[in-house]
């Protein structure tokens, strides 16, 4: 059974900073790719970051230059740093995983997405 976990969120200053983690759990082979998404109430789900296998990365405008992703492949691990918070980087933060190629309980090698349940992050004025 795959799982994934994240941690680190909080309540923090504008201006200040935090590291999410996001462990995933299980008989795991590979993961082609990580990444970080969040909603804020009221609007959807939004991609913040992502990671290849390889260390390729992705950023939205809003997250370019203030956020950094980054994963240990070793330990099935994905992080985001953040720092320069604001108000707006309010929201649940999401760790998603793709193409997770892991033995089933039943014995079967399945490649699938995954979802985390989710750390929720809140930036003060």
């Known amino acids: 059974q795959v799982e994934l976990v994240e941690s680190g969120g909080g309540l923090v200053r504008t201006g200040g900073s935090l590291r999410l983690s996001c462990g995933v759990s299980g008989e795991i082979f590979s993961i082609k790719d990580m990444a970080w998404y969040r909603q804020a109430p009221g609007n959807t789900r939004e991609l913040v970051a992502s990671i290849g296998s390889g260390g390729d990365t992705s950023y939205a405008d809003s997250a370019k230059g203030r956020f950094t992703i980054s994963r240990d492949n070793a330990k099935n691990m994905v992080y985001l740093e953040m720092n320069s918070l604001k108000p707006a980087d309010t929201a649940v933060y999401y760790c998603?995983?793709?193409?997770?190629?892991?033995?089933?309980?039943?014995?079967?090698?399945?490649?699938?997405?995954?979802w985390g349940k989710g750390t929720l992050v809140t930036v003060s004025s």
């Open positions: 998603k995983a793709d193409r997770v190629l892991a033995a089933m309980p039943d014995g079967k090698i399945s490649a699938m997405d995954y």
